[in-house]
């Protein structure tokens, strides 16, 4: 028996169409502006697809504790209005930039982040807030896996 082969044949690579940068930015309202800046140190923004989550700034365990024992608000519409000022920060911040493509959304909790780390690939996070230890975990994991560039951008204080 005779195995005849076809001879061999340079197989071309496909042509690579041009990649744009990918960016995701996790702030909260008084960061969103230290971390924009950042991103544009480390990318080069008009060009790039920008992702801006914006985050609700903790509560400090005082106002959590007394405020709803004014009367006159409750825990959970401080977290609304939180989510409203956080949400304000994420549009302006969008409006101003340059880049190609903006979007921006506003969450609730972390684990939120690294979802949206695991759907979607970017060269670059920018924290501009930080986590406790076990969500900042799970970020730093993610995006090890995905090989994704993980930048601080040094936050003055960390979010719930």
């Known amino acids: 028996m005779t195995l005849v082969t076809s001879p061999p044949q340079t197989i071309p690579p496909p042509i690579a169409a041009p990649r744009s940068s990918s960016a995701l930015?996790?702030?909260d309202e008084?960061?969103?502006?230290?971390?924009?800046?950042?991103?544009?140190?480390?990318?080069?923004?008009?060009?790039?697809?920008v992702m801006i989550a914006t985050m609700p700034m903790p509560l400090p365990a005082m106002v959590s504790?007394?405020?709803?024992?004014?009367?006159?608000?409750?825990?959970?519409r401080l977290i609304e209005e939180s989510l409203e000022r956080a949400d304000e920060a994420a549009r302006v911040a969008a409006l101003?930039?340059?880049?190609?493509?903006?979007?921006?959304?506003?969450?609730?909790?972390?684990s939120q982040v690294a979802d949206l780390l695991e759907a979607a690939w970017h060269d670059v996070v920018v924290l501009g807030c930080v986590p406790r230890r076990r969500p900042l975990r799970r970020?730093?994991?993610?995006?090890?896996?995905?090989?994704?560039?993980l930048v601080f951008a040094r936050p003055a204080v960390a979010c719930r």
């Open 30 to 49: 008084c960061s969103c502006e230290r971390a924009l800046a950042l991103l544009g140190e480390a990318l080069d923004i008009t060009s790039a697809r």
């Open 139 to 149: 970020i730093v994991e993610v995006s090890g896996a995905a090989q994704t560039a």
């Open 65 to 76: 504790a007394f405020a709803p024992l004014s009367g006159m608000t409750t825990y959970e």
């Open 96 to 110: 101003g930039l340059p880049a190609a493509c903006v979007s921006y959304c506003t969450l609730r909790r972390w």
């Open 25 to 27: 930015v996790i702030a």
